[in-house]
T-cell receptor, first 112, second 110 residues
Framework: KAGVTQTPRYLIKTRGQQVTLSCSPI?????VSWYQQTPGQGLQFLFE???????NKGNFPGRFSGRQFSNSRSEMNVSTLELGDSALYLC???????????FGEGSRLTVL | QKEVEQNSGPLSVPEGAIASLNCTYS??????FFWYRQYSGKSPELIMS????GDKEDGRFTAQLNKASQYVSLLIRDSQPSDSATYLC??????????FGTGTRLTVIP
């Protein structure tokens, strides 16, 4: 059974640009969550989607957005990139609302 | 006050010893807690979940929850070098929204 797939794995952007990250969940999983991981702040919740609807949103500015498609695949977008957005962005899928998350390998974003 | 607090370590134990990882949380209504393991350069993976007061055992791992003291712990018996990783404690805030601690780095010395 294939795991959670995230693309791209690595990317470099400059300040002011925007970026779109993609996530394909485990087959059958309808919940997709996004997390940001940095050395200083650790893992922080961005948002969660279930059946194309955003159910929860973390404490991030509106520059961070996401969506989920009918096949459960999800994308997140960060606009007007700032240096502080450099991080590992992790997508996780889940079968239910139990908090048992299966993480992808992440997309490492560097903002110059 | 952080939602979930962990001692960042590093924690070093000799091979075969018991590693004890601790976590405290601030939200008294929390019901669900999780331990994730993250190897260097890899993504987190779920080790244990615990929802009720007391102990829950799974192989060499035992999770302990004390809701009155707002305390969660993970014991690793017969520690192996392959257990060397960062261990993340998390509490569920809603659906699949988890608050994670910053993690405790464990090193098992052969």
């Amino acid at each position: 059974k294939a795991g959670v797939t995230q693309t791209p794995r690595y990317l470099i952007k400059t300040r002011g640009q925007q970026v779109t990250l993609s996530c394909s969940p485990i087959s059958g999983h309808r919940s997709v969550s996004w997390y940001q991981q940095t050395p200083g702040q650790g893992l922080q919740f961005l948002f969660e989607y279930f059946s194309e609807t955003q159910r929860n949103k973390g404490n991030f500015p509106g520059r961070f957005s996401g969506r989920q498609f009918s096949n459960s695949r999800s994308e997140m977008n960060v606009s007007t990139l700032e240096l502080g957005d450099s991080a590992l962005y992790l997508c996780a899928s889940s079968l239910a609302e139990a908090g048992e998350l299966f993480f992808g390998e992440g997309s490492r974003l560097t903002v110059l | 006050q952080k939602e979930v607090e962990q001692n960042s370590g590093p924690l070093s134990v000799p091979e075969g010893a018991i590693a004890s990882l601790n976590c405290t949380y601030s939200d008294r209504v929390s019901q669900s807690f999780f331990w994730y393991r993250q190897y260097s350069g890899k993504s987190p993976e779920l080790i244990m979940s615990i929802y009720s007061n007391g102990d829950k055992e799974d192989g060499r791992f035992t999770a302990q929850l004390n809701k009155a003291s707002q305390y969660v712990s993970l014991l690793i018996r017969d520690s192996q070098p392959s257990d060397s990783a960062t261990y993340l404690c998390a509490r569920r805030a809603g659906a699949n929204n988890l608050f994670f601690g910053t993690g405790t780095r464990l090193t098992v010395i052969p």
